[in-house]
């Protein structure tokens, strides 16, 4: 498979976009989200801004700035979105009021107006998204929370009003669907969570935005690093199930609306693993030979294709994989130096992601001396 790749962005400032299961073209494919920024070497603090854009893949790749976000991190940007809609809706996270919400900014008019909560994940048709309390991710997982707020439960281990919520973009009505202790009454004696503080991360929805995949997170008294678990709940609060039990889950992608495939340990064994996200079917080991390390994995909407990227190797260069979905077939989409962080937090991942046709593929990337954002185009 032949591919050509470009930059849509250019310097001194640099452009990211953030994480890998979000889609950043606009139903059009015309106007691609991007985050501006003035630096690339710390970690933001509470009052460092980042420009909300679009870049006009239609008209010289120009660069239009849109808004400006106190809550966001090179990791998961601001967890940008189109929400679609005649005013070409767009959807980030900011810090307003003393708060973290989520933002609707129609690009058409300029109107904005806060919905609700944070939030971490929207479902396909837009109608509903994930919020988790970002406040206490920048505790537990610094790189993937926000600065400027403090966790009301911090001196928590599992507080009783706090977890995975769904937000309704439509009412915006907000409701947590899974709190800290729901999950707690689950735990065997020898997971139990003891004093340590506990976090969600990662929330997905399947493809028809009934049921979400979410990871729980936790360090166990004198042992490092976290353990991490796999639940699916459905998007009212019913039938929430522990799918993997850790100690090690990583990346994820659903692949239909009842199967997920996860980077995980299962059985002292750490490859690809499809699962039941009901837990009825057994877990079955895909891909051993070709996908050999964690990578932030996503499936083509078409589903005929698996895509995923590596971390650095010794000479700092990661790698895009294509793998067919039916065959295991492997197709390189290139190698890309990225020089190594600072600091920890300051993650430099290609996270790929797919345009809606399935016919280009954008990543982050540093090879070119800044945070540039790439397009590739696939030539079959």
């Given at each position: 498979m032949d591919?050509?790749?470009?930059?849509?962005?250019?310097?001194?400032?640099?452009?990211?976009?953030?994480?890998?299961?979000?889609?950043?073209?606009?139903?059009?494919?015309?106007?691609?989200?991007?985050?501006?920024?003035?630096?690339?070497?710390?970690?933001?603090?509470?009052?460092?801004?980042?420009?909300v854009g679009v870049v006009d893949l239609a008209d010289g790749e120009t660069f239009i700035p849109l808004a400006r976000t106190r809550a966001w991190n090179f990791q998961q940007g601001a967890m940008l979105h189109w929400l679609g809609g005649p005013d070409r809706t767009v959807v980030f996270n900011d810090r307003r009021e003393g708060r973290f919400v989520c933002v609707a900014h129609a690009t058409a008019s300029g109107r904005e107006r806060i919905v609700g909560p944070a939030i971490a994940a929207l479902s396909d048709d837009g109608r509903l998204a994930a919020t988790l309390n970002f406040a206490r991710i920048a505790v537990t997982r610094p790189g993937y929370g926000y600065e400027g707020l403090a966790d009301p439960g911090e001196d928590q281990s599992v507080p009783a009003d706090d977890g995975l919520g769904i937000l309704d973009f439509a009412t915006g009505r907000h409701r947590l669907i899974v709190r800290f202790p729901d999950l707690a009454a689950r735990q065997e004696q020898a997971l139990g969570y003891g004093r340590q503080k506990v976090w969600f991360n990662h929330a997905c929805f399947n493809p028809s935005g009934d049921r979400l995949a979410f990871l729980c997170r936790w360090v166990p008294a004198g042992r490092r690093p976290w353990v991490t678990q796999m639940w699916t709940v459905g998007v009212g609060g019913q039938e929430l199930l522990r799918v993997l039990p850790g100690p090690m889950v990583s990346h994820f992608d659903w692949k239909d609306d009842r199967t997920i495939l996860a980077w995980a340990e299962v059985d002292g064994v750490a490859s690809c693993w499809q699962i039941d996200a009901r837990g009825q079917r057994r877990r079955e080991r895909v891909f051993a030979e070709v996908i050999r390390r964690d990578g932030h994995i996503c499936y083509s909407h078409d589903r005929r294709w698996l895509l995923t990227d590596t971390y650095p190797d010794s000479l700092g260069m990661r790698k895009l994989l294509l793998v067919s979905s039916a065959t295991g077939r492997p197709v390189s989409l290139g190698s890309y130096y990225s020089p190594a962080p600072p600091l920890p937090e300051i993650r430099r991942d290609l996270h790929p992601s797919w345009r809606d046709d399935?016919?280009?593929?954008?990543?982050?990337?540093?090879?070119?001396?800044?945070?540039?954002?790439?397009?590739?185009e696939l030539e079959p």
């Open positions: 591919y050509r790749v470009r930059a849509i962005t250019t310097g001194p400032r640099h452009h990211f976009f953030g994480y890998y299961d979000m889609r950043p073209w606009d139903p059009t494919g015309r106007y691609h989200l991007v985050l501006e920024v003035d630096f690339a070497d710390r970690p933001p603090g509470p009052d460092d801004e980042a420009v399935d016919r280009q593929i954008a990543f982050d990337g540093m090879h070119e001396g800044t945070r540039r954002r790439y397009v590739l």
